[in-house]
């Protein structure tokens, strides 16, 4: 039986490698909802043999994310129109200031609570985890520098704008999966 939880949206942010994509399928699989990844949006569309597809997978490539307009675009249909009441749970969702501004005003005009994990690795950690996962070219060491500077960059900010806000739980994501994920359900649960 699935556990309960006053969330309507739960966020996983970090840099790429931290866990996030792990973290939302065990936060899927113990409370239900539906996970939304930026990341699987921008790796659909890159594979279309489209201008758009085309234009996204070279900017995939390159380590770049995907631009505000297109990432609210995605956030808001899946918020407004998609899922409703459903439990959204976001892998890297608002990951520019401007995002997270959006995403934070319309769970507030909409009174959907949520929260946000920030899984907090070092870039050394990041450039080994990309090296032995090898997944496809964001995983290349170009691709892995500019996936971090976009971090600093943008990421950083937007995680301020949800930290002013009070809905930001740093979590130490060099321990083990498990502990990980026992720390993330120990929120989500306390705060019911």
Known sequence: ???????????????ITCGKGTQT?????????????I????????????????KM????????????WLASYWMMHALLHR?????????AVA??????????????WTDRPYIVFHLDIPDDMVRTRS??????????PEAVEKRLEEFNEYTTKSLEVFR????????????????????IFTYVRNEN
């Open 131 to 140: 090296a032995e996962r090898n997944r496809d070219a964001v995983d290349a």
């Open 1 to 15: 039986m699935l556990e309960k939880t006053k969330y309507e949206s739960i966020v996983l942010m970090g840099k």
């Open 83 to 91: 899922h409703g009441d459903d439990l959204l749970i976001f892998e």
């Open 164 to 183: 002013s806000h009070g809905k930001v739980v740093d979590i130490d994501g060099t321990q083990p999966i498990e502990e990980v994920t026992k720390q």
């Open 57 to 68: 997978k070279d900017a995939y490539e390159q380590g770049l994310l995907a631009p505000n």
């Open 25 to 37: 399928a065990a936060i899927t699989e113990q409370f239900g909802g539906t996970m939304f990844s």
């Open 95 to 108: 990951r520019k200031p401007d995002e997270a501004e959006i995403f934070h005003e319309i769970h507030e």
């Open 39 to 54: 990341g699987n949006k921008v790796r659909e569309l890159s594979e279309m043999d489209t201008p758009l597809g085309h």
